[in-house]
T-cell receptor, first 112, second 117 residues
Framework: RKEVEQDPGPFNVPEGATVAFNCTYS??????FFWYRQDCRKEPKLLMS???SGNEDGRFTAQLNRASQYISLLIRDSKLSDSATYLC?????????????FGKGTSLLVTP | NAGVTQTPKFRVLKTGQSMTLLCAQD?????MYWYRQDPGMGLRLIHY???????AKGEVPDGYNVSRLKKQNFLLGLESAAPSQTSVYFC????????????????FGDGTRLSIL
């Protein structure tokens, strides 16, 4: 089983829509969780960390369910500039220098 | 502030040639990493370093070697390039701040696109 699994999409949504991505992870001892954004042929960039109580950053809301080993990202009022691949990222445990396990990403296309 | 800088940005090699990819960071980060990204595979860790003079294997280390002689630099070497090593290579770095280190995000360079013919 892959450490971090995501629906690859693509998700095609109209501008202004709300879209949600889900991610599951296999290691119950995982320490920390992130969502990264990657634009085509560019480097991954941190979008937001995911905290146990859930957290919000503007139009973006992240949730963590440790019991189900499940992470979500909700994007409200989608903008054209949100088009990108969203990577679910998990830090399994602090042994491998905090190296991260990356999902393969979910592709989002926001259309006018 | 440059952040994480990778050189070169593009390179084409012939099978059997060797080369070194350089990663430099100016954020005084302890941890550095090399990943490769292939279509449909996501990012996979090749090697990493938790400090100057130390390196360790990641998920896909075969065919690569690394060195961390200076804290700010992490070098990835291909001794005898193979077509299977055609990929986009990303270097990343992150802080080590005790127990909070696991929550520190990784900062990525903008990648090296390597083709092996």
């Amino acid at each position: 089983r892959k450490e971090v699994e995501q629906d690859p999409g693509p998700f095609n949504v109209p501008e202004g829509a709300t879209v949600a991505f889900n991610c599951t992870y296999s290691n119950s001892a995982s320490q920390s969780f992130f969502w990264y954004r990657q634009d085509c042929r560019k480097e991954p960039k941190l979008l937001m960390s995911v905290y146990s109580s859930g957290n919000e950053d503007g139009r973006f809301t992240a949730q963590l369910n440790r019991a189900s080993q499940y992470i979500s990202l909700l994007i409200r009022d989608s903008k054209l500039s949100d088009s990108a691949t969203y990577l679910c990222v998990v830090n399994p445990k602090p042994l491998s220098g905090y190296a991260l396990n990356f999902g393969k990403g979910t592709s989002l296309l926001v259309t006018p | 502030n440059a952040g994480v800088t990778q050189t070169p940005k593009f390179r084409v090699l012939k099978t059997g040639q060797s080369m070194t990819l350089l990663c430099a960071q100016d954020m005084n980060h302890e941890y550095m990493y090399w990943y490769r990204q292939d279509p449909g595979m996501g990012l996979r860790l090749i090697h990493y370093s938790v400090g100057e003079g130390t390196t360790a294997k990641g998920e896909v280390p075969d065919g690569y070697n690394v060195s961390r002689l200076k804290k700010q630099n992490f070098l990835l070497g291909l001794e005898s390039a193979a077509p299977s090593q055609t990929s986009v290579y990303f270097c990343a770095s992150s802080y080590s701040i005790g127990q909070g280190a696991s929550r520190q995000p990784q900062h990525f360079g903008d990648g090296t696109r390597l083709s092996i013919l």
